[in-house]
């Protein structure tokens, strides 16, 4: 667990994993997939709104390879507190 908040980008799952759509009409839609069928692809925007792109109309798709959850998360705390959170999140 401490080695995905140090090092967020070092392993993302898949549903967490940011998705970027060109489509054919030249617009760009990023977020988290969240649903996909052979006719359509809906993404999850930074808006929270579900946007649902046609297969056909999709030029390219790139997943990700940076985190959503920010590098240097635990660089404002302290190591007292860094530890606390970490305790507090194992025993969650």
Request: aromatic residues 4%; glycine residues 6%; negative net charge.
């Amino acid at each position: 667990m401490l080695l995905h908040v140090l090092e967020p980008s070092r392993k993302i799952e898949d549903r967490f994993a940011t998705i970027t759509i060109l489509t054919s009409n030249g617009q760009t839609v990023s977020g988290l997939l969240v649903a996909e069928d052979e006719k359509s692809v809906s993404v999850k925007n930074n808006e929270f709104k579900v946007v649902r792109i046609l297969r056909g109309e999709i030029e390219d798709s790139k997943k990700s390879l940076k985190s959503l959850m920010p590098d240097g998360i635990l660089s404002d705390l302290t190591a007292q507190e860094a530890a606390d959170l970490v305790a507090y999140i194992r025993g969650l």
